[in-house]
Every structure is written in C-alpha cells, then in structure tokens.
C-alpha cells in the first residue's frame, strides 16, 4: 500500500475515510490490473536488457561416454563458442526495436492510469453527489412527517379534508422511499470505487467532500485552446501511436536485413579416450582446437523475405495512418469534453439559482401551512418544485466537477480537490 494510502486510513470506527487524493493513490498502488500493466512493463525492461546480451558469444560444453560391444568406454569432452559478427544489422535493429517497446509501455502505464483516474472520479462524484442528496432528501423527509402530522391535527380538528390529509401521508411515504433508493444508489457507487481500487467489498469506505472553496475555483474554466496544447502534448496516445511508427520502421529494416550475409565466428576445444588404457596420454594426444568464421547468403528463399518485407512496408503504413487518426480523434475528444464542461457549468449555475429560489419558496409555503393559511395542495406543489430543483443542482453540480476534472487529466494537471 501506498504512504498517501496509508495516511488516508482511520482507524475510529474500524474504516477508511478517503479523500479524492487517497482514492487515486491507493488504486494506484493496489489496482490489480495496473498492477499487471507494470508486470508488462518489467517484462518489456527485461526483453530490452536480453537484446543487448545477443552481441556476446555463447558457449557450450559438451561431455560424453559410450559403452562399446567389447565392454570398453569411450568418451570425449569439448567447449563450443559461437558468435555472430554480423547479421545485416539485425541484432542492432532488434535492441533498438526492444528499447522503443520499453519507452512505449510507460506511455501505455500512464494511459491506462488516465482511464482509471477518470472511473474513479466517476464512481467518488456519483457517491458524493448522493450523499449530499441523501442530506437534502433526510431533511425534507423529517419536514414531510411534521406536515403529516400538522395534517392529522387540522383534519381532527375539521380544518382540511381527509383528501388533502392523504396527501400529506403520500408525500411523507414517498418522501422515505427516495431516501432508501439514493441510500442503495450511494453504496452502489461506493461499491464500483471499491472494485476500481481493488478493496474487499466487505470493507467499510467512508468518503470525504472537498470544501466549498476548491468547487469555487473550478470555475475559473480554461480556454478551448489552452485544453488542446496541453492535451496534444500532454496524453500519451499521440506518443503510443508514434512510437508503433519508430517500432515499424524498425520492423521493416529488419525485413531488410534477411537478405544480407550473416558471418559467424566458431571456435571449439576438445579432446577423448577410446579406452583407459594410457589415458592420461590420449586424453594430451587427442587434444585439439579449432577456430573459424562461417558465412550464410540467402539465395532463394521462395520469396518468403520479400513477402516479409512487403508485410513490414504495410504495418507501417498502417501505423502512420492509425497516428493520423488518433490525432483527428484526440483534437475531437479535447473540443467536445470543453463545450461540455462549459454547458455543464452553466446548467450547474443555472440550477444553483433556481434551488436557493425554490428552497426559499417552500420555506415560506410550510410557515403558511403551518398557520393554516394554505391548502395542503398548494404546499406539496412547492415541495415537490424544491425536490425537482434540489435534485437538478445536485445533479448538475456533481457533472460540473467531473467535466472539471476529466478536463484536468486530459491536461496533465495534478487531481486533486
């Protein structure tokens, strides 16, 4: 587990209360397909540094002991050595094409940690957004059941209806049941974050809201054209796409190469006994050494190279075509996410407008039922408006942060609320 991850945990009540921050970085420590990602990566580190070791010789011992029809032994021992000296440049082209893999896979890493910061602020926002709406909803829910039971009084009292008093308890029972639908819909949400951060589902997961402050400076809203720098430079899928280019030219150089020479240099020592008769002498009379360089030039290959090359001459073009097009959809996404984060910052001010009228609304609506000043009618029409806008604020509130925030990663800007 990661320090920050550590940190974040509190141990009154046997949980953990999570920040943002400690969301991110605990997944980032313990997220198990990340995890493998990194495996990746090390294997990628580990094929590089075994590229290298193919410009040294190998060198092999053998030994041997044969029983013959007249029961005597013999047997040899020797040391074998080879080492290419040239290949068409193959084992260059090789060490190269691994040393791009490697650079690419840390650019995969970080893609991979882009997708999951933004599930994880999908997952924390959505929590976050009904547990603030849990609060609402509780509050009106105890208010409905005061005016349930003010409505109880005037109907004994012959002071409204019984139709009006029946409506009164509709709303109260409905009133509970939003608060039970948000409760399970929050400990959904906490459920997919715990999944994203490869926690027990059984662990208790307590999430902490940021200050009013952090949400204020969201607002300050960078330009269409400050996101598009940024994320152009910033997002490693132009990098991926760019390095698949390098890997293929390397790729098709390699091709290349198999019509070119290859020169071995061989070496051997050895030496053996046909018996055990005198056989520290055949063992000094046999001893013999041997060195020379060998050479291989494809002549007719049923064209399989020149097939291998074509082949390579297509994936890179391919890979140039598939960077063209990441860079089409990359300015695309960048413009879209904007004019969304924009939109949702409107309709966030918007309903934040609308919630303050209708709260201030109903407030005077339930002292007037109270006086018995209005019908049980006209209050529920201002309740439920209040419902309607403190749904529509929290809702549009909560996508505001998460358009503020995926634009943020897109930008490589640090997440943290």
Do not use: W
Request: charged content about 20%.
């Amino acid at each position: 587990m990661l320090a920050g991850a550590g940190k974040a945990q509190d141990t009154v009540s046997g949980g953990n209360r999570f920040t943002l921050e400690d969301c991110l970085n605990y997944a980032f420590g313990n997220n198990y397909s990340l995890q493998s990602i990194r495996l990746a990566e090390e294997a990628k580190e580990d094929a590089y540094q075994q590229s290298k070791k193919e410009r040294l010789p190998s060198l092999n011992a053998s030994a041997s002991e044969n029983l013959g029809n007249d029961a005597s032994l013999a047997g040899s021992v020797g040391l074998n050595a080879n080492m290419t000296l040239y290949q068409g440049g193959n084992i260059g082209y090789a060490i190269e094409q691994s040393k791009l893999q490697k650079e690419q896979s840390s650019f995969q890493t970080l893609q991979y940690k882009n997708d999951l910061t933004v599930k994880i602020l999908q997952a924390f926002l959505t929590a976050l957004g009904n547990e603030e709406l849990l609060k609402y909803q509780e509050a009106v829910a105890k208010a409905s059941e005061e005016q349930m039971k003010q409505g109880e009084e005037q109907f004994r009292y012959g002071k409204i209806l019984e139709s009006d008093y029946l409506l009164l308890e509709a709303q109260y029972a409905n009133d509970k049941n939003n608060v039970t639908d948000t409760k399970i819909s929050r400990d959904n949400s906490l459920l997919t974050l715990k999944s994203l951060l490869s926690m027990p589902s059984s662990e208790h997961l307590q999430i902490i809201s940021p200050d009013t402050a952090s949400v204020q400076t969201m607002a300050l809203l960078p330009t269409v054209e400050d996101v598009l720098e940024s994320g152009m430079q910033t997002l490693p899928d132009l990098k991926i796409s760019q390095y698949n280019i390098d890997i293929s030219k390397v790729g098709l150089q390699m091709s290349k190469a198999g019509y070119l020479p290859t020169v071995s240099l061989n070496g051997s020592i050895g030496t053996g006994h046909s018996d055990f008769s005198g056989f520290g002498s055949q063992l000094s009379n046999r001893f013999n050494r041997q060195i020379g360089v060998s050479v291989s030039m494809p002549i007719f290959d049923n064209s399989r190279n020149k097939s291998k090359v074509r082949q390579s001459q297509i994936a890179l073009q391919q890979a140039e075509l598939d960077k063209k097009q990441t860079e089409l959809d990359m300015e695309q996404t960048l413009v879209t996410e904007h004019q969304t984060l924009v939109s949702a910052y409107n309709k966030y001010r918007t309903t934040q407008i609308r919630q303050n009228a209708c709260s201030k609304t109903f407030d005077v609506y339930r002292a007037q039922f109270g006086a018995g000043a209005i019908t049980a009618v006209d209050l529920l029409q201002q309740q439920n408006n209040y419902i309607s806008a403190l749904n529509d604020y929290i809702q549009s509130k909560y996508e505001f942060i998460l358009k503020r925030k995926i634009i943020d990663v897109y930008m490589g800007v640090e997440i943290k609320m």
